[in-house]
């Protein structure tokens, strides 16, 4: 337990290391939006200027306008930390109060008390001979709640940077409850002692232990990125977004703005749609353990049935909740069965692979498993896809190097250049791909990522697989993308070569 809070407290210091970066961007982007706010506000006057000396009118409506829009912009700039920091506080406290207290009361119930007895012998003599009196009290010095390992402790962290106070769910608090439940599964597959070749290793045990460990990581896992993703783009969106306000003092810009703060709407009801999601996966891990716990893992048809069904339910609501915050708003609903599968599909081809037991599941396995390739081929597209195109980058690179005279040194010095940029210009594609679904997001209200704008994102290998057809008209397959993506990784590798080749390979 000492070394998990160690490593909880590194998890911690990590994730808020990172918001605490993003929301230093605040400063820098208040002052950057009060300098666009004064370029604003003498186009607004000239403007006005303008419109009066060309019909004579409508000057006195206009001053108005610019005068309210004024006022309401330096409002909202000086109090600006505060207001993304009452969102924040104001979508935690609401979930906590709608969702929290009755899990909290539930789980605060005492179920059992911590006694002490304390007994006194008194003896003695007198005159009618020895005597020896026993008195003993009985004090209640503890209390056993159905929180037995305080599993819901520390939940709620406010912190404060750069004038703002922030409330958030701590990861380490969730990744406590995943620590413990899938120990429970480890702790029965480590006890499966015994010998493979005599054939008293229980081996079914062992990998039904695993898989449902596996499962029960992958699932709590990525529901607690959900909503940390969730937490990170707002913080992101909030804190760089604010250069788009000041465009409000004047009517011929003021559409961007108004881009801006309906993007900050939909930021806040999927912020609070991933607070209450976070809330009821917390109940139901929490819950869970606690059903495993009181009989042990067992490794039965039911109890395995329960453990899948449970994380798979609870990690579709989290992966849910920023869809269902954007049909709130938009009113079209997103809940499907597709969604569900989709979700399950990938959660247990996760697991599966985790436990090393795919690949020994011969043919049939295989047929089972094609039909969750669609999540495993999102995968390939990113770091395998990576990976691919910079090991091609560095095999070029070295090819060259080795027609052009150089020594083995040199063809590995050129192998590792060649990978290494191709690595750094993926991670740049990365950063532009996401800076434009921000940008999409902020000048469209959109919550998707994508902006709510039409068209792939040409910076994003992922969306280029989207949408990328064959010579037949086809989809484009996973082994034609990864083609594509070598024949790129040999071009740059070609390009590094030739670059660094004046300088350093050749002259």
Known sequence: MENFARWGDTINNAFFFVVDIIISLQTFFLREALVIGRVVFLIAILSAALNYGLTGSGLKENIIKITKATIFFFIVI?????????????????????????????????????????????????????????????????????DKNNLLGGLETTRTANRMAYTVVAPASILKIIFFMAKECFDQATKAQGNIL????????????????????????????????????????ASVGIILFPLSLWEGSKFAAEGFIKALLGFFMKLLFCNLAIFLLIYGFVSLFYIISDTGFTGTVDQVIFIIF???????????????????????????????????????????????????????????????????????????????????????????????????????????????????????????????????????????????????????????FASARNANGEHQTLSEHLKERKDEGKQRGSEHFWKKAEDKYLF
């Open 198 to 237: 005599t054939g008293s290793l229980n081996l079914g045990m062992i990998i039904i232990a695993l898989i449902c460990g596996f499962i029960i990581i992958f699932t709590g896992a990525f529901a607690l990125l959900e909503y940390v993703s969730c937490f990170l783009e707002f913080m992101l969106v």
């Open 310 to 464: 449970t994380c798979l339910l609870f990690l579709y609501i989290c992966k849910s909740a920023p869809g269902i915050a954007q049909s709130l708003l938009t009113g079209a609903p997103t809940l499907s069965a597709t969604g569900a599968i989709s979700t399950a599909a990938g959660a247990v081809s996760a697991a599966a692979g985790a436990a090393g037991i795919v690949k020994s599941a011969g043919g049939m396995a295989g047929k089972a498993v094609s039909g969750m390739a669609g999540g495993l081929a999102k995968a390939a597209v990113g770091g395998i896809g990576s990976f691919a195109e910079a090991n091609a980058a560095g095999k070029t690179a070295a090819a060259l190097s080795a027609q052009t005279g150089g020594s083995s040194s040199d063809q590995a010095a050129a192998r590792r250049g060649a990978f290494g940029d191709s690595l750094r210009k993926d991670i740049g594609d990365s950063f532009k791909a996401g800076a434009l679904g921000l940008t999409r997001s902020l000048l469209s209200g959109g919550k998707d990522g994508s902006g709510g704008s039409s068209g792939a994102n040409p910076h994003s290998w992922r969306d280029r």
């Open 78 to 146: 000086f109090a600006y930390p505060s207001i993304i920091g009452f969102i924040t506080s104001w979508t935690f406290s609401m979930a906590r109060g709608s969702v929290y207290a009755p899990i909290h009361a539930y789980f605060n119930q005492v179920i059992d008390t911590i006694e002490r007895r304390h007994t006194i012998v008194a003896s003695g003599n007198t005159g009618d001979g020895f005597f020896q009196h026993e008195l003993s009290r009985t004090e209640v010095i503890g209390y056993i709640t159905r």
